[in-house]
């Protein structure tokens, strides 16, 4: 089985606890984030689906965003990654 063919194989656990596959994720060109595309992002690159570098380039994100991303899913869960709540968290 070849390295891609493995991948679209592998299967992480989205934000919703169901498997979240590559085509699971969020369009490349994606422009509105909200808190569970976000979230699906994380749970990629944690489960394997994507590394950090591959989702950066992917989505057009520096590591700076994304690990803000990952901060606030620890610390606050889902609803931390909401537009509305980021200057409460910050």
Same mark, same amino acid.
């Given at each position: 089985?070849?390295?891609? /063919?493995?991948?679209? *194989?592998?299967?992480? @656990?989205?934000?919703?606890? $169901?498997?979240?596959r590559?085509e699971?994720l ?5 422009r509105?984030w909200?808190? $569970?595309? *976000?979230? /699906?992002v &994380?749970?990629a %690159?944690?489960?394997?689906? !994507?590394?950090?570098e ?9 590591? /700076? /965003?994304?690990?803000?991303w990952?901060?606030? @899913?620890?610390?606050?869960?889902l &609803?931390?990654?909401? %537009?509305? *709540? !980021?200057?409460?968290?910050?």
């Amino acid at each position: 089985m070849s390295d891609q /063919e493995t991948l679209e *194989k592998a299967v992480a @656990i989205g934000p919703n606890g $169901r498997p979240l596959r590559l085509e699971d994720l969020p369009a490349p060109d994606t422009r509105r984030w909200v808190a $569970r595309r *976000k979230a /699906e992002v &994380v749970a990629a %690159v944690r489960g394997g689906l !994507l590394s950090l570098e591959e989702a950066c380039r992917r989505y057009n994100l520096s590591a /700076e /965003e994304y690990q803000s991303w990952e901060r606030l @899913i620890d610390q606050h869960g889902l &609803v931390g990654l909401r %537009v509305t *709540k !980021l200057q409460e968290f910050r």
